[in-house]
């Protein structure tokens, strides 16, 4: 069994300032571990995923996540916002054999001017 | 990498009537699948469809609900039947690909279906 935990459903930042995504996950097996990010009225787009390979990922746009499995998180971060980075953000776990794919509940990110 | 090529993009419904969502992909795969994303909320795995063979459907959805075809490796369909308003929802169809262990899942834009 997996599951996925979004810890904020809503974050707000100032164009500029860092921003923090919080996820943390849980799986019977080594878990795959996405973010996707969905723009309004648009589809789904990978930012970056993590593989059991680095546990630092670097994505598109600026974004990286850190799989820590003592901690069970993989929070995505940004050093600095901008406003196009308004949208809604998935944290997307994928484990055993079928490679079920397990959405999180989603945060939508503000980034204020 | 795999495309995905999902029409409707949207449709405006009457309720009762039924509605046929398509999906094409311009690669042979294995498994498509079918996700509902509500307003509002996350996506929920409607059900998996192999080639073949009957779709696996998750809890809570039923094949005389949500109908799915699974003609070949390239193209499924799935139909919701009997619209109601709570029915209004994004329908987005997903492929898997996977290379040396990893799996990375592709969208459809997804269709936007409000019934009315």
């Known amino acids: 069994a997996q599951s996925v935990t979004q810890l904020d459903s809503h974050v707000s930042v100032s164009e500029g300032t860092p921003v923090l995504l919080r996820c943390n996950y849980s799986?019977?097996?080594?878990?795959?571990l996405f973010w996707y990010v969905q723009h309004p009225n648009k589809g789904l787009q990978l930012l970056l995923k993590y593989t059991s390979a680095a546990t630092l990922v670097k994505g598109i746009n600026g974004f990286e996540a850190e799989f820590k499995k003592s901690e069970t998180s993989f929070h995505l971060t940004k050093p600095s916002a901008h406003m196009s980075d308004a949208a809604e953000y998935f944290c997307?776990?994928?484990?055993?054999?079928?490679?079920?794919?397990?959405f999180g509940s989603g945060t939508q990110l503000t980034v204020l001017p | 990498s795999a495309v995905i090529s999902q029409k409707p993009s949207r449709d405006i419904c009457q309720r009762g009537t039924s509605l046929t969502i398509q999906c094409q992909v311009d690669s042979q795969v294995t498994m498509m699948f079918w996700y509902r994303q509500q307003p509002g909320q996350s996506l929920t795995l409607i059900a998996t469809a192999n080639q073949g063979s009957e779709a696996t459907y998750e809890s809570g959805f039923v094949i005389d609900k949500f109908p799915i075809s699974r003609p070949n490796l390239t193209f499924s369909t799935l139909t919701v039947s009997n619209m109601s308003p709570e029915d209004s929802s994004i329908y987005l169809c997903?492929?898997?690909?996977?290379?040396?262990?990893?799996?990375?899942?592709?969208f459809g834009q997804g269709t936007r279906l409000t019934v009315v």
């Open positions: 799986s019977s097996y080594s878990p795959s």
């Open positions: 997307v776990v994928s484990g055993g054999s079928a490679r079920q794919l397990t």
């Open positions: 997903s492929v898997y690909t996977t290379g040396t262990g990893n799996t990375e899942a592709f």
